[in-house]
């Protein structure tokens, strides 16, 4: 994640158009946020033993990943909302849904009731991505029909890079140690977020910043919208 804050800034480092200057600056808070984050866990701060009733060891949850999606996946759709040239209030529908999923799952991850309140409030925050997809390609699809072919071209990536890797993120809570089924072991768990992690982060922001033209482009049809 260091890295990759490093990469982001050099690639946007004397950019003097400011809509331009957007997509990198929000690139680099994503993957800086996320290494702070890791730093936290790694040292221990970001984790925390939960007890829960009728479980008979406590869980370690590693609090620190909601703070970080909290406010990273909202960056995330930004830079999305932003190539696409959306409209205001499809960004605050995405970003309001987003909010919402994070929040309702991080109350599953440190909820004591039982396991079968914490796999419901998985449900709940698996119902906010459902309708956060929905509208990911129905509303922000279209409107980022409307942009050129080569902005269009990279939005479509994007989108199908961010609907399979943050699929996966409800998979792995739910078969791994939060939902208390454990399935996979708390190693596994940990490994598998880690790489999506730097794939929907370190990866997205490599294919969003790689063409200084498709920027251009895509800010360039935000000011004819505007
Ligand atoms: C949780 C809890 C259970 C239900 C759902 C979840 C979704 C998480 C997602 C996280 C995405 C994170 C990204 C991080 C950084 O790159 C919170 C696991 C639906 C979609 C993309």
Redesign the pocket.
Known sequence: MALGTIAFIAMGWGEEDEEMQEFYIITTF?TAI?FSSYFSMATGFGLIEVSVSGVAEPLEIYWAR?A??LF??PL?LLDLALLAGADRNTIATLIGLDAA??IT??V??IATEGAASRIAW?GI??G??VVLLYFLVSSLSGQAARQSGDVASTFSTLRNLVVV??TA??I??IIGTESTLGIIGLTTETALFAV??LA??VGFGFILLRSRNVLEQATGAAQAAD
């Open positions: 994503i996320a909601y970080d999606w990273t996946t995330l999923m994070i799952g991080l599953g991850a998985w925050s698996t906010f991505f890797l943050w993120y409800p792995v809570w999506l992690d929907a982060k």
